[in-house]
């Protein structure tokens, strides 16, 4: 489920959290002229979003398997 880039490599949720905190961490800095703030911004929020949605479809999984677990106990 990670994504791909140049349909070489796989991206995966780690790396993408990694780049996350690193801008977050360049945000907080204060450091930054606005605009190169406000694509670091752009960039955090993708970067976000495919994180959350990542980790919806972990929970999803984890999930079914803790319900077919239950199932497997009343069986």
Excluded: H, W
């Excluded at 930054?32 to 949605?53: A, D, I, M, R």
């Amino acid at each position: 489920m990670a994504k791909k880039i140049d349909d070489k490599k796989e991206i995966t949720f780690e790396e993408d959290l990694k780049k996350l905190e690193n801008l977050v961490s360049k945000l907080e800095s204060g450091e930054l002229p606005l605009e190169q703030s406000l694509e670091l911004f752009e960039e955090g929020v993708s970067l976000y979003k495919n994180c959350k949605k990542r980790m919806g479809a972990i929970e999803v999984k984890i999930s079914k398997l803790t319900d077919s677990l239950k199932e497997e106990a009343i069986d």
